[in-house]
DNA sequence: CCCATTCTAGAATGTTCATTCTAGAAAAGT
DNA sequence: ACTTTTCTAGAATGAACATTCTAGAATGGG
């Protein structure tokens, strides 16, 4: 019938979310993008809509992507506070890792665009709330298997450990001494024992 | 010899400060500062040169402002914890008080020009340095007067304090459920315990 | 009164912005 | 070979951007 599209689409797509996640929605330019992603101004606009439903179908890619490599390193059967030092972890080491930006896209998102747009507003907070419940969800587990206490309540430790999280993804940008970050993960995680 | 000012420069910085904690440093045009400050374009380049200089003393400023309603809130003598609630509160309070935008400009800037203006991010990390500070001050202070444990390490204890500050900074932003807020709050003011 | 300065108002400049366009070449199934 | 779609390339559009300009009115100390 046609010709068929030459680029993948989801690695363009992920081209789009590292500009974004470097430098937010309104500093990334419609040029910036098709610089970056490598495929015509048209082609952009063709496949992924306009600048604001790009930025839309990165920020979901975004999540998937993270989710996607932080379950991996959670296959591992440790100790649940370990695991839990492991979320930690993999949002710190983001700082050395210069494959992508140091910080996180979704809460730069939350920064950047909450007060300015209500829909992007609700999608970030769902993402927080999955956060949240992977946070419940291993306390559960750990719960049950004996290695957390059940003195402790899940529900408002997962909310509790969510907003250690989200501070340490702002201060992971900024020049802040890395040792004191991780004094911060080791004293957070002392409210589990 | 000549004409005298106008306009109030604090008072039409303060217009400015207010717009950029509102729509961040890129989202906020000339023309926006020009109908919000009230003064004319050139009035703006004369008295606080271009956009980014003006944001820079913003930026001062509002850390002036913030510091000096924080201070006048923590006048009373209360006990340490009291206290340290009492600035936590500050900020969550900026969600209902409407007279400003939720949120915090410092954070904001964190996350948006951190990583693109090495001048900035350092500004940054001195502010969030002196937040770090007034936490150990108050701690030393509870330690003196015997209401918060010798046992506690106040610096580890303000980069804990000051980091899940951040992370508060940065949900009330978000449709983030305002009960959640308060439960942080009290989760993370029980290890002073 | 005079002159230096700051105000007002809005036009001008030149760049960059997001988005759409024309125009044709390349591929893939019928 | 024909048709349909997607590709390439770059120009065009019209708005918005930061910044500077001309021009004159207002003010205050000498």
């Not at 439903?53 to 932080?70: P, V």
């Not at 747009?117 to 587990?141: K, V």
Request: overall charge negative; hydrophobic content about 35%; charged content about 25%.
């Amino acid at each position: 019938m046609a010709r068929s599209k030459e680029f993948d689409e989801k690695q363009t797509l992920k081209k789009a979310m590292e500009l974004f996640w470097k430098q937010g929605y309104e500093k990334t330019s419609m040029q910036d993008l098709v610089d970056h992603m490598g495929i015509h101004r048209r082609s952009i606009y063709d496949t992924f809509g306009d600048k604001r439903t790009l930025f839309l179908s990165a920020l979901t890619y975004y999540e998937e992507f993270i989710t996607n490599k932080l379950m991996s390193r959670l296959e591992r059967d440790l100790p649940t506070k370990q695991k839990i030092q492991e979320v930690f972890m993999f949002v710190i080491n983001s700082k050395v890792d210069s494959d992508y930006p140091k910080g996180c896209l979704t809460v730069n998102t939350a920064v950047e665009l909450s007060l300015l747009d209500e829909e992007i507003a609700q999608i970030i907070s769902d993402m927080f709330t999955r956060t949240e419940n992977l946070f419940y969800n291993l306390l559960i587990q750990g719960q049950n298997k004996g290695d957390i206490s059940n003195e402790h309540n899940p529900e408002l430790l997962s909310l509790y450990l969510n907003n250690t999280l989200v501070g340490l993804r702002v201060l992971v940008k900024t020049n802040y001494n890395s040792n004191n970050i991780e004094n911060i993960v080791d004293l957070t995680l002392s409210v589990l024992d």
